[in-house]
């Protein structure tokens, strides 16, 4: 019987990844001032988190005040999780059940290169 519990679990995932691979998603992206890029349409399954970083970077409005110079100056935040450039949207993506899709609102944290700890200063201060 355990058997049989199994293999239901792995069509019922297999029934999941078929739908996703077909699925448009809308993702909006809400910067440090509250304005917002998008919302943009995708493949849920196609996009990885690293391709909406470089559209992010692209379409970034040229009147802020912070602006990212390439795509490893920026995280993504979705669900309180920043996300993995590895991973495509469907992966990140919160489980709502049922509900109808609406726009992905991820937001955007720029880091700058330059502003992040050197891990050999650490290194030099301890005793």
């Known amino acids: 019987e355990e058997t049989k519990v199994e293999g239901t679990r792995e069509e019922e995932r297999a029934d999941a990844g078929a739908g996703a691979e077909e699925e448009e998603v809308e993702v909006k992206f809400r ?10 349409r995708c493949n849920a399954a196609a996009t990885t988190v690293a391709a909406l970083k470089d559209r992010v970077v692209a379409d970034w409005p ?3 005040t912070i602006v990212p110079k390439s ?6 935040i979705s669900g309180g999780k920043i996300l993995e450039n590895d991973k495509n949207i469907a ?6 059940g049922d509900l109808p899709s609406t726009v992905i609102t991820m937001h955007v944290v720029v880091q700058p290169s330059s502003a992040k700890s050197k891990p050999g200063k650490l290194k030099n201060n301890v005793h």
């Open 31 to 40: 910067l440090f001032d509250g304005s917002d890029i998008g919302p943009i």
């Open 62 to 64: 040229k009147d802020k």
């Open 71 to 76: 795509a490893n100056d920026v995280k993504l």
């Open 91 to 96: 992966q990140c993506r919160a489980p709502f």
